[in-house]
């Protein structure tokens, strides 16, 4: 019972370096999502997938990238980290798109940026 | 999706019933009510969602008003393990907006 998992859970990062976090779960969602959380702040969207190669984006995708080549995988691409981009990144799925569907997190990765 | 407004701590006695309130006046008639929590630096977890029934699961019960304006969450009986922030979220697409939360401290 795997549900949402993230890898790594931790990562220290140089500035201007890139880095991809993976999100996997084997629930068959069609739905996929990445949030970014700040201290002492909620979740705010970063990207979601409505399904296996479809993208957009949320609240705050500048300076990430995702793709959605498979329905259970959805990486988050950082292409040039920034300190600002150091935060609690958590992945979620759902079933399907659609307000009546409760999502799931993953555990998050932690990551600094120096 | 409609704004909510949740007070920003609480206290609750273990083994006593704790409400958690939330307000959302500018919900409309399509937006689900959804209840998370977070436990120290884990993901969120799913709690409880309704439209404007009552619900209940084996976790908690959430009571919407009439005019759904607002809703508690009650956790009938809490444990030292409920001690958590706790989200409310109005939605209606695909997006969930996570406000501050509420942190409820559960007191031995």
């Known amino acids: 019972n795997a549900g949402v998992t993230q890898t790594p859970k931790f990562q220290v990062l140089k500035t201007g370096q890139s880095m991809t976090l993976q999100c996997a779960q084997d629930?068959?969602?069609?739905?996929m999502s990445w949030y970014r959380q700040d201290p002492g702040m909620g979740l705010r969207l970063i990207h979601y997938s409505v399904g296996a190669g479809i993208t957009d984006q949320g609240e705050v995708p500048n300076g990430y990238n995702v793709s959605r080549s498979t329905t259970e995988d959805f990486p988050l691409r950082l292409l040039s980290a920034a300190p600002s981009q150091t935060s609690v990144y958590f992945c979620?799925?759902?079933?399907?798109?659609?307000?009546?569907?409760?999502?799931?997190f993953g555990d998050g990765t932690r990551l600094s940026i120096l | 999706d409609a704004k909510t407004t949740q007070p920003p701590s609480m206290d609750c006695a273990e083994g006593r019933a704790a409400n958690l309130p939330c307000n959302h006046s500018t919900i409309s008639g399509n937006e689900y009510v959804y209840w998370y929590r977070q436990i120290h630096s884990q993901g969120p977890q799913y709690i409880i969602h309704g439209l404007k029934n009552n619900e209940t699961n084996e976790m908690a019960s959430l009571i919407i008003t009439e005019d759904r304006k607002s809703s508690t969450l009650i956790l009938p009986h809490a444990t030292l393990r409920d001690t958590a922030v706790y989200y409310c979220i109005v939605r209606s697409n695909n997006d969930m907006r996570f406000g501050a939360g509420t942190r409820l401290t559960v007191k031995p």
């Open positions: 979620a799925s759902r079933l399907r798109a659609g307000r009546n569907q409760p999502q799931h």
């Open positions: 629930m068959n969602h069609e739905y």
